[in-house]
């Protein structure tokens, strides 16, 4: 791969014959018609909060570097940018007056509307500008090395950079396209950023459960993505029908993975439902993300919920004892009621009236043994594990 620095290109080159996509948010042409500042390979405009627009003007105001930018050249006197397309169409927006900079007063200036040596001063900024030319495996293979300040690249932004083609642009119009109406309910089950080609990852991660690389690798050259597709949307009918309600714990879980372990299982939705709501209501489960593997596995791994629950034989013992001694005195066998003053003050409550609590509670290191169990009714109980 041969490299090329290039001092003498100015911001007033680079603007010439800009053109600038204001549905997609992209620049899109510079340099008079010979530079491509949106490649298919190049992420998505993620400059978007206008945030960043204004400290790339203020930057140059200032006289701050930019930092380096590199081009590709795809043919003779045709070029692409590899990176620094943010930092080119921040300034390019400036130029055509697309956003306003606060000046030293704080009013609010459009390009055009600002001193004319600041205007110039501006345009006239030199870019430092490595042109690279070489096999495209080669400057991809690079271009997945070299690391600019700004917006890091997302692992799936670099995956689609390094294997582009046909099937990244058709995976890319299906799940990193927010006019898509299904990201929404996406959004349900997968946490992240449809631009910052979030929901392509965890596509490709579930369809290839987990290796990624290698399967963008196999496909690269497919003219379909039905298989990535039809993956993916049965990974998420049977999370939706499986749990009806959406709780905000269901986002980011390995839906892949529990998909592959328990889809062959039935689960009926209804009760799943009551159990997930019963669970969600329980004050020992400190682990609401773990609620839904445990159900689906059948409601054994209590780790799940990070949470210890006394055993059976504990709680049978507790409550004979404390039952005994309570009605020997005359008093409830709930020692909250006992010291109350409504009329459960001496009521003896059945053993599935009550729970079993930790006087000193579990999470500040209180044991799940019998020393440190107690029978409370389930109103007590509760109310105790809220505070
Ligand atoms: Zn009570």
New binding site residues.
Partial sequence: MKTTLKTDITIRDICEGFVYNELEGKGLFGLSGKLTIQPEYQRNYIYADGKKDVDVIESILKGYPLGLIYFVKVDKDKFEVLDGQQRITSFGRYVTNKFAVKDENGMEQIFTGIAANKQKKILNTELTIYICEGEESEIKEWFRTINIAGIPLSDQELNNAIFSGQFVTLAKEEFSNSQNTNVQKWSAYIKGNVNRQHFLERAIDWVSKGNIIDYMCRHRFDDNIKELKTYFNSVIDWVSTTFTDIEKEMCGLEWGRLYEEYHKKGFDPKKVSVQIQELYGDSYVKNKKGIFEFILGGKVDTKLLNVRIFDEVTRKSVYKTQTKYAESIGE?N?????I?HDS?KS?I?KINE?DADHVTAWSKEGATDIKNCQM??????RAKGNK
């Fill in positions: 409830s709930c020692p909250l009621c006992a109350g459960n009521k409550w009550m409370l009714c389930k109103t007590h109980n």
